[in-house]
């Protein structure tokens, strides 16, 4: 086994700097896919995707004929997402954009911010504000989703500092082990997670090849935190489940899923 | 209908019992009271553990709680000292007294009565609405620590241990389930006193709900009651009797915060 130590240096780079390897790592990743393309069925609106990243939601659902457009704050991830979309053959409207502070031409029945997007704003003026240019670019009686991470009891008291295993996938061109490792420091009083990640390309041998070192630095959100801040971003009601199938959510959910409505 | 536990401490004996040792709060509250513009009120006051020695330093003080046992037991203590305050029974969430305060505080978790948010919004704006103009409120709750929430199986642990006079002790017991998505605390405590040779001579059994509430999500209330300004001092947490400053706020600590009305 080799684990990273816990306080690797020199991980400055974002893993958004690296759109291939993020593709690599979470491009199978389906789930949340198929709910969204559902809402959108559902809501019959246009649909902003709020950190679009390479497009992993947003081109699975324009191939399905969605009407969507996406920003996303790494320049390096939208030009990913637009040679993907040149690639399918699809036309894709994604900019570069700050989620706290973003305009666009038009106004949607649908908005979502999967996979834990949200958590990148670090402040509650940070939360308050990407929610409020949300809350305006959505028509009368029109739907935010957004997905993070839940802080559960058992997730907060996991020991801190040692490397997680989070992920391990066959490279699809040589089939050898991708590995993510993920060493966290949590700050509950704050809600902030430090994040060192270290992604490990194997070789044949199982022997580490090549080794990507990440940072990022995210802030989680509980529950009724969650419900007011939807509340002062001015959202008439929401509701908090704990998967994608609506189910409650609990001290043994995984996701945090906010649904919020704006005023019709 | 009220959400608020009520349940707490039908006995003011027993909540002297408990807690009456604990006064190492008692000079910070004094403290901010004595640099207060204005009248003082304390909400949650109890049977007067914290507003008594404060009226008995002279301080301009009213007292609101909901529970009526207490507050005559309260005023039965302010009467021995030949001390008066106007002491009324009531609901944080809904109080109405007749005049405005320049510090209204509420001690010792008692904020965590509250068990929704629209509990908390509506005490918070109804103290906003009690201050004078530039006035100060004061929330002294828990910072929660993941560590402790972690030990909410029902199973009772050692909460407060104390020897009493005669070689007497009493010994409280905490059974702690949580329903940590909303942050709720379902607290059954058990309290045993045993005389010197350890046979118990006194049973209590009581049950009550408490919320806790993160920093951040603290912040976000103090906004939606209507205050522009709020800040947060950690203090040492313990029963002990060590209430100092901390260099920064931890989890376990006690949270105090502090919101202005704008002038």
Known sequence: MSAPHPLSAGAELSPYDAP???????AGYKADVTTYLEKARAVGGPVLEVACGTGRVMLGMQEEGVDIEGIDASPEMVARLHAKAAEMGLHAVADVDD??????????????????AFVHNLT?????????RMHQHLNPGGMLILDVQAPSVSWLTDDDGKPALELELPHPDTGNPVRLWD??????VRQVQRSLIEIQELDAKGEVATSHRFSTVVRWIHKPEMELLLRLAGFERWSISGDFDDGPYDDDSLQLIATAWRGA | MPTTSRAYFASPALYDLLYGHFSADVPFW?????????PTLELACGNGRVLVPLRAAGVDIDGLDLDAALLDDARRKLAANKLVATLV???MREFRMSRHYGLIYIAFNSFQHNLTSEDQIATLARCREHLLPGGTLLVNVFSPDPAKLAQHNGEPRLQIEKELPGGASLQCYDAIDSEAADQIMHVSRRVEVRNAKGAVTERHAMAWDMRWIWPNEMALLFRLAGFPR???EGRAGSLK???SRQAELKAGDAAVWTAWRDA
């Open chain 1, 20 to 26: 291939e390897l993020y593709d690599l790592l979470f």
């Open chain 1, 99 to 116: 989620m706290r502070s973003f305009t666009r031409a038009r106004t949607f029945g649908l908005i979502i911010v999967p996979f834990n």
């Open chain 1, 124 to 132: 509650a003026d940070d939360q308050l504000a990407s929610l409020a």
């Open chain 1, 183 to 188: 060493t966290r420091i949590k700050d509950p």
């Open chain 2, 30 to 38: 004094l403290a901010r009271a004595r640099t207060a513009n204005g």
């Open chain 2, 89 to 91: 029974q009531g609901d």
């Open chain 2, 230 to 232: 709020a800040e947060v």
């Open chain 2, 241 to 243: 009797g060590d209430f």
